[in-house]
């Protein structure tokens, strides 16, 4: 299995709802990823998660909360979120987070934020 | 100026043509990342390179440390090759699992 899931694929929540997206791969990495992507420019970091350990949060707001409940399972909860961040969040994983580690993406989740 | 530059930002190329795309960065690296992003979303990784040339299929990638540049090329392209090619690198300095994410080529092969 080389593969990372996603889901939901789409998602249209209001700016008072709480939900949550869910990454998950099988693949034995310990190093997993959350990144925003707005139309027509590249992914920015959000998170990393290494060996189930938050090791990167690039000052996110606290709306968007990750949780890595274990090695294989990636999860980010939103909470009161606002129309700018409507997106597609990409999970990703690798091997380590070691520089020369591939990563592996998700298909992603595509969030509209009413 | 970003750290990661790619030319060029838009490419339309007929079926079967040959194709370059160019990757430059102005900061010392571990490693380069060529991505493909297809329109809807999901991004898949092409080639890791810390240096000289790798070939997957119709892809080369090449990378010459010293001069902080990298290409792409596509041989006999084909309309299935319509996407944004991304060029990511890892700075020496600083997280390493931390990608620089260049703009993107965006890339439509015609029939």
């Known amino acids: 299995d080389t593969e990372v899931t996603q889901t939901p694929k789409h998602l249209v929540m209001g700016m008072t709802n709480k939900k949550s997206l869910k990454c998950e791969q099988h693949m034995g990495h310990r190093a997993m990823y959350w990144y925003k992507q707005k139309a027509k420019k590249p992914p920015e970091l959000m998170f990393v998660?290494?060996?189930?350990?938050?090791?990167i949060n690039e000052s996110v707001p606290s709306r968007f909360s990750p949780e890595c409940p274990n090695s294989s399972l990636l999860n980010l909860h939103l909470h009161a979120l606002q129309p700018e961040d409507s997106a597609l969040y990409l999970c990703?994983?690798?091997?380590?987070?070691?520089?020369?580690?591939?990563?592996?993406f998700g298909p992603g989740t595509r969030l509209t934020v009413l | 100026k970003n750290e990661v530059e790619q030319s060029p930002q838009n490419l339309t190329a007929q079926e079967g043509e040959f194709i370059t795309i160019n990757c430059s960065y102005s900061?010392?690296?571990?490693?380069l990342h060529w991505l493909q992003q297809h329109p809807g979303g999901g991004i898949v990784s092409l080639f890791m390179l810390s240096s000289g040339k790798k070939k997957h299929g119709r892809l080369i990638a090449t990378i010459n440390i010293q001069e902080k540049h990298s290409s792409l090329h596509i041989t006999a392209s084909h309309p299935r090759d319509s996407a944004v090619y991304i060029c990511?690198?890892?700075?020496?300095?600083?997280?390493?699992?931390?990608?620089?994410f260049g703009t993107g080529t965006r890339l439509q092969v015609t029939l």
């Open positions: 990511a690198v890892v700075p020496s300095t600083g997280t390493a699992s931390k990608l620089t």
């Open positions: 990703a994983s690798s091997y380590t987070g070691g520089a020369h580690n591939e990563q592996f």
């Open positions: 900061v010392g690296i571990s490693a």
């Open positions: 998660y290494s060996y189930e350990k938050l090791s």
